[in-house]
């Protein structure tokens, strides 16, 4: 039967696409923190999430912005002659990879040692490697996580609903009486691997955290004091400067 020419797509789900009005609105707001503020730091972040980042928000005195490496360079100025103030251009040759600004009045020791401090633990996204190896016996399937010390730890029992949802994920489940057992001996991960999404599915459902959040400072720039370097490296000369921004405009 041939398709009726009446029959249209309609896009219910409106949405507007961010462009130059709020690159500009990042880059305005970057500039007038840095005004209203005397320090200026580069991080590097691994396995970011919502609640941690969060949870550094509201701990920190001042203002974080993650975002378009490209745009945060814009806004402190990618040559000596662009930059917002001085020496801020060797500060975004810093900006590559995963990393973000913390604008702050805050001491520099109190900044260094709530960075070095914050440690948070989740649970791993596909692609991420898995860092322990995880073994499931044959028989009913239960899982026994580490405890707090001093705490007996319980093992974790699933209704016998979530067989079908394990069975999807591969493991060789079946029921018996109500409950789920493993037909065979199953390795869920290895040390080592990239974890699949099916992997970080059952990681989830067991309550096995592999992602290690954590944030680093590179490097520091002040009203006073200029810039320097926090994470061991060189000061970048104007010329390292410039071959970093390079680089980044080729991705």
């Known amino acids: 039967m041939p398709k009726s020419k009446r029959e249209t797509l309609v896009t219910l789900a409106k949405a507007t696409r961010k462009g130059k009005e709020r690159k500009q609105q990042i880059i305005e707001e970057i500039r007038s923190e840095i005004d209203d503020h005397n320090s200026?730091?580069?991080?590097h972040y691994e396995n970011m999430r919502n609640s941690f980042l969060k949870d550094a928000r509201s701990a920190l005195n001042g203002r974080i912005f993650m975002g378009k490496n490209k745009v945060m360079m814009v806004a402190l100025g990618r040559s000596a002659e662009e930059e917002h103030a001085a020496g801020l251009h060797t500060v975004a040759?810093?900006?590559?990879?995963?990393?973000?600004?913390f604008?702050?009045?805050m001491p520099k020791?109190?900044?260094?040692?709530?960075?070095?401090e914050f440690r948070r633990q989740g649970f791993a996204k596909e692609g991420q490697k898995a860092t322990q190896t995880i073994r499931l016996p044959a028989g009913p399937l239960q899982i026994v996580n580490e405890a707090a010390e001093g705490e007996v730890p319980a093992p974790i029992k699933f209704a016998g609903?979530?067989?079908p949802l394990f069975r999807s994920l591969g493991l060789p489940t079946t029921l018996k009486s109500g409950e789920i057992h493993l037909t065979r001996e199953h390795v869920?991960?290895?040390?080592g691997d990239t974890l699949?999404?099916?992997q970080c599915k059952l990681l989830k459902q067991f309550h096995i955290m592999m992602a290690d959040m954590r944030m680093t400072l590179r490097c520091a720039w002040t009203k006073e004091g200029g810039f320097e370097s926090l994470d061991g490296s060189a000061v970048?000369?104007?010329e390292e400067a410039e071959e970093k921004i390079v680089a980044e405009d080729d991705e």
Request: net charge negative; charged share 25%; aromatic share 10%.
């Open 40 to 43: 200026l730091y580069v991080f």
């Open 93 to 101: 040759a810093h900006l590559t990879g995963d990393c973000g600004l």
């Open 103 to 105: 604008i702050t009045d």
């Open 109 to 116: 020791e109190d900044v260094q040692k709530y960075f070095r």
């Open 161 to 163: 609903t979530m067989e």
């Open 188 to 191: 869920v991960c290895r040390v």
């Open 196 to 198: 699949t999404a099916e």
């Open 236 to 238: 970048a000369g104007e």
